[in-house]
C-alpha cells in the first residue's frame, strides 16, 4: 500500500520540532496522520529515534507551544 503525501497525510524522515507545525495545521482542519520513518519515496528511513521519550516530549511541547 503506497501512501501519498495529502492534507491529511505528512510523511517525515525523522523527528524535528518544526513538525510542530504540520500537528497544529492538523489540529486546526480535520485532522490527519503525521508519519514518522517513512521517506518521499516510500521507503523506511530507519530513524535513530527513542519512540517512548518522543511520544513522552510531544504532547508536552505542544502545550508549552
Not at 12 to 39: M, Q, Y
Request: net charge positive; hydrophobic share 35%; charged share 30%.
Amino acid at each position: 500500500m503506497a501512501l501519498n503525501e495529502s492534507e491529511n497525510l505528512e510523511l517525515k524522515e525523522s523527528w524535528h520540532d518544526d513538525h510542530l507545525k504540520v500537528i497544529c495545521a492538523f489540529s486546526n482542519t480535520r485532522g490527519g496522520k503525521l508519519v514518522l520513518g517513512i521517506t518521499d519515496k516510500h521507503e523506511p528511513s530507519q530513524p535513530r529515534l527513542n519512540i517512548k521519550k518522543l511520544l513522552e516530549n510531544i504532547p508536552n511541547k505542544v502545550l508549552s507551544k
